[in-house]
């Protein structure tokens, strides 16, 4: 029985390897940029449902981002590089603010773009399927990040839990390549306005 046991450990298929930071990063960095489908829900803390939208992810690495989101309460929220944006056009509103290496590396996203500074901010547990990234530091509002890896090793699922309760989850599809868009599209700004700066009101 033992031998028997043995041969059939013996014969099994090896585990696959657990999903690192770095096959992640390779993986978006094998196109120029990316445009991908979401559904983001926020649940807050204490309720079984909360708040749904969808849109459309346009990711170029190693820094950049938008969300475009549709339905009711359109509106983009957009990072360049160097500062994050959100643009209401219905409410003619336009936020910025700059991001400093501590900001960056703090950004729930940061794991997709960026291993040296989520490594900087986060403890990393690597699975079969998926990455949990504990911040480093206990004042970080962000208490949890899961990002869970479909084929190609690119992301599925990213969700995030607050120090409160709260959870926002943003489940990614459709991944295509694209060619990429320059800087523009990640300085969103009010029509016929330019990009909004963080020292502004």
């Not at 590396?105 to 901010?121: E, I």
């Not at 990213?158 to 409160?164: A, E, F, P």
Request: hydrophobic share 45%; proline share 10%.
């Amino acid at each position: 029985m033992t031998g028997a046991l043995l041969a059939l450990a013996l014969a099994a298929p090896p585990a696959p390897p657990a999903v690192d930071l770095e096959t992640l990063h390779r993986a978006l960095a094998s196109a120029p940029a990316w445009r991908v489908e979401f559904v983001q829900n926020y649940v807050p803390a204490g309720l079984d449902t909360g708040t749904r939208d969808t849109g459309t992810l346009l990711l170029a690495p190693p820094a950049r981002l938008r969300f475009d989101y549709s339905g009711t309460n359109p509106r983009v929220f957009a990072v360049d590089g160097a500062v994050a944006r959100l643009v209401e056009a219905a409410a003619g509103s336009c936020e910025a603010v700059a991001l400093d290496q501590g900001k960056w590396g703090r950004l729930p996203l940061t794991a997709l773009l960026d291993p040296q500074a989520a490594r900087h901010a986060f403890l990393v547990e690597a699975g079969v399927d998926q990455l949990r990234l504990v911040p480093t530091d206990a004042a970080f509002e962000v208490a949890e990040i899961v990002v869970v890896v479909g084929p190609q090793s690119l992301p599925i699922s990213v969700r995030i839990s607050d120090s409160l309760g709260n959870r926002n989850e943003f489940q990614l599809s459709g991944w295509t390549a694209v060619a990429d868009p320059g800087i523009e599209p990640f300085r969103p700004h009010l029509p016929g306005s330019p990009a909004c700066g963080p020292d502004e009101r």
